[in-house]
């Protein structure tokens, strides 16, 4: 890892400090953020304005709804329970089948309707919301990967990470479950992060634990060379979420549905760096440019094919 100051500037990488003062505090209004801290109401934004979202099922907002969590969850082979407010993937609860009232999760457990409901119950004490305030539980549509990335995932759901600046895609990469991650596609619980080329939108190197790696560690598969398929629509939908929530530095997560296509995930006022050791770029680099600017196109349509295009510099 490059870890010397001159390294820092010489490589146009991004440190935190400089991302939350730069960046984040000066593009990203405080009166904004329960627009994307809040998954439910991102959900709802969405679905206002558009934009394609995994289907909700349920909401199971107080303790005593969960009485009923079989009776909410109705005939639903397989579904997501997550919290309206968590960070980082906690409390995520990936259901992959079911029989009666037991279900088997994405990891191979099977729990009981009684461990599902409890896991439910600490949901809404808050056990996994930012700032361990009390939360709601959202049920919803469980998505099926796309079988282009079949090879390169273990179990979970892999999804595309967006950086978005000025409403303009500036960054991308693709994070792949691992065993470690239990299925997840999350950086800090051991998923693999893959870096996609703006332009063609082909996968290039891999980050596993803050280290450059070229397979998936439980696969095997070679992690570069993977064209991943509508790749400007992709963009153009990264580009559209700014629209959605007025954030000037934002991280847009993007699943890919084998039946539904793509689907916006979540969003992100905060989004990590780790997407640079990624890419194999800083990040710095391709937001002064576009800092720079006196304007930026309106549509995003137009802002998506300006960051492919300052992608080619």
């Known amino acids: 890892m490059i870890a010397g100051p ?4 010489r490589y146009g990488l991004l440190g935190m400090n400089r991302r939350n003062g730069d960046f984040i505090q000066k593009y990203n209004p405080r009166r904004l ?3 994307v801290d809040n998954k439910l109401l991102t959900k709802q934004l969405a679905v206002r304005a558009g934009i394609a979202v995994p289907k909700l099922y349920a909401v199971v907002e107080i303790q005593h709804q969960v009485r009923d969590l079989l009776e909410l969850i109705g005939d639903e082979e397989d579904f997501v329970i997550k919290p309206a407010q968590g960070s980082g993937g906690k409390g995520v609860l990936v259901v992959t089948g079911r029989a009666r009232d037991r279900f088997r999760l994405s990891s191979g457990n099977v729990l009981t309707i009684a461990e599902v409901s409890h896991h439910v119950s600490n949901i809404l004490s808050g056990m996994h919301s930012l700032g361990g305030k009390p939360d709601i539980a959202m049920i919803e549509y469980r998505v099926k990967f796309d079988r282009l990335f079949e090879k390169l995932s273990y179990r979970g759901v892999p999804d595309i990470r967006m950086i978005v600046f000025r409403g303009v895609p500036v960054a991308a990469m693709v ?3 691992t ?5 997840k596609a999350n950086l800090h619980q051991g998923a693999v992060g893959v870096g996609v080329d703006l332009v063609t939108g082909t996968t290039v190197s891999g980050v596993w634990r803050d280290k450059i790696v070229d397979h998936h560690p439980d696969t095997g598969s070679p992690l570069a060379g993977t064209v991943i ?4 629509r992709l963009c153009e939908l990264g580009a559209r979420c700014y629209d959605l929530v007025g954030l000037g530095y934002l991280g847009c997560d993007i699943v890919l549905d084998r039946d539904l296509g793509p689907l916006v995930l979540e969003l992100n006022a905060r989004p990590g760096l780790n997407i640079q050791l990624a890419d194999g770029e800083g990040l710095l680099a391709k937001l002064r440019p576009i800092e720079a ?3 930026v196109p309106s549509s995003p349509e137009e802002r998506a094919a300006l960051g492919r295009l300052l992608a080619r510099k």
């Open 6 to 9: 001159g390294a820092l500037h």
């Open 293 to 295: 600017l006196q304007e």
């Open 175 to 177: 994070r792949l479950p």
């Open 229 to 232: 398929p509508h790749w400007d």
């Open 179 to 183: 065993r470690m991650s239990d299925g």
């Open 33 to 35: 953020y329960p627009l």
